[in-house]
């Protein structure tokens, strides 16, 4: 059974405090995203990564940063967190090429910036 | 021109009708138009997709309908159910990644 996992379901920070949001697949895909879903807003796209150590930003790249140092793992990274980032975190992976086909998403992280 | 514009918003469906969720887009290098579906305290899943060289493409209750020329492209639930209930987001792949619509939140009502 494919899995992306989220190290968090539920996590609560105060205001300026650098948050780690962790995601790990099991099925050797080449991408991996990090996705940001607010209601009526639906997912947007915050970074991704092709490939080890690659980056890219998504639309709404602000105030995050994103770590890919081994192929299973992707990490984002909220500098200083604020109140706007309270929000649900949606990792995914997807193989690359025509073979992307689908993003396998993990249950999500609430985050709650107070 | 890298959105996919998604409606309704929401939608009630009594049991036994038939959802229509509509979804349109600009960009013509999309190649690939998945729909997921989310379920509460879930993360999406993939549900139906469809290539932009096919008008149609149906699996069980589940019909997407592309209209190429139109830059538009549909979900249509046969037979929807109460455990159809859930948000369903349309999405286009571009070169690395998937562009989401905002979601429509489906009821079904028994």
Redesign the interface.
């Known amino acids: 059974d494919v899995k992306?996992t989220q190290s968090s379901r539920y996590l609560v920070k105060r205001t300026g405090e650098k948050v780690f949001l962790e995601c790990v697949q099991d099925m050797d895909h080449e991408?991996m995203?990090w996705?940001r879903q607010d209601p009526?807003?639906?997912?947007?796209?915050i970074y991704?990564s092709?490939d080890v150590k690659m980056k890219?930003k998504?639309?709404i790249p602000e105030g995050y940063s994103v770590s890919r140092e081994k192929k299973e793992r992707f990490s984002l990274i909220l500098e200083s967190a604020s109140t706007n980032q309270t929000s649900m975190y949606?990792c995914?992976s997807s193989l690359?090429g025509d073979m992307?086909?689908?993003?396998f998403?993990?249950?999500?992280t609430r985050l709650t910036v107070v | 021109q890298q959105q996919v514009k998604q409606s309704p918003q929401s939608l009630i469906v009594q049991k036994g009708g038939i959802s229509i969720i509509n979804c349109a887009y600009e960009n013509t290098a999309f190649d690939y138009f998945p729909w997921y579906q989310q379920f509460p305290g879930k993360g999406p899943a993939l549900l139906i997709a469809i290539r932009p060289d096919v008008s149609e493409k149906k699996e069980g209750r589940f019909t997407i309908s592309f209209n190429k020329s139109a830059k538009q492209f549909s979900l249509h639930i046969m037979d929807s159910q109460p455990g159809d209930s859930a948000t369903y987001f349309c999405a286009a792949r571009t070169s690395f990644s998937f562009i989401f619509g905002k979601g429509t939140r489906l009821l079904v009502k028994p």
């Open positions: 992306v991408n995203f996705y009526g807003l639906g997912l947007r796209l991704f092709y890219e998504g639309d949606l995914a690359s992307n086909t689908e993003a998403f993990g249950q999500g």
